[in-house]
Each structure stands twice: as C-alpha cells, then as structure tokens.
C-alpha cells in the first residue's frame, strides 16, 4: 500500500497516515486475551460459590457455556478485551476507507490531468 499511495504523489499523508494505523494495529496486539459474548450470573451453589454462563452467538447458532466461579475473572476479562478489540476494529476500517477514498481522489485527478 505504501507504494500505490507514493504512486499518486502523496509521500507526506503516508507517513502522517502510517502511524494511526500502527498504533490501532499495536492496541488490538496488546489485548491479552479475548472472548466472544456475555457473561450472566446464573446462581449460587449449595456451597455458596456463584455460576456463571458465558453466551455466545457464533457459527450460525446460540453457544453456551459453563463458567465457575474461579474461571470467571478470567473470562470477564477476555469479554471486555473482544468488545475493546472489536472497537479498535471499527476505528481501523474507519481510518482505512477515508485513506482509500482520498486514494481514488487523487487516482481521480492524476488521470484528468
């Protein structure tokens, strides 16, 4: 990409544009663990230890499944880091398709000249 963008003439946004997306791209690699879905409270137990069920829609169906008590941080954990992950995603397609369109810009002008 860095060369079709060098190609139009526009050498300055590249470097300006380059490091938005290595640090969205820097981000999403930092997040230490990611899980679809939502965690729900189920109950307590006999014993007094809380369940839980983290839901989960993915390949075309409803999954659940069975998160204790000791699991559970670890899985709220990994749900908040597949929301942040996800929003990271949306900033990133963002980004992309304003540096796409002002791509076919200058694609635009260089072949009305």
């Not at 809380?50 to 954990?77: C, K, M, S, T």
Request: include cysteine; proline fraction near 3%.
């Amino acid at each position: 990409m860095l060369i079709s963008l060098l190609t139009f003439g526009i050498g300055y946004y590249t470097i300006f544009a380059m490091k938005p997306q290595e640090e969205l791209i820097r981000r999403m690699a930092a997040i230490p663990c990611l899980s679809r879905g939502k965690l729900c409270r189920k109950g307590t137990s006999k014993t007094g230890r809380a369940f839980y069920n983290l839901q989960y829609w993915h390949g075309g169906r409803n999954n659940v499944r069975y998160v204790g008590e000791a699991e559970y941080p670890v899985y709220a954990e990994a749900v908040a880091g597949y929301r942040e992950f996800m929003r990271l995603v949306e900033e990133y397609v963002d980004l992309m398709t304003g540096i796409t369109e002002e791509m076919a810009i200058r694609a635009r002008e260089a072949e009305d000249e």
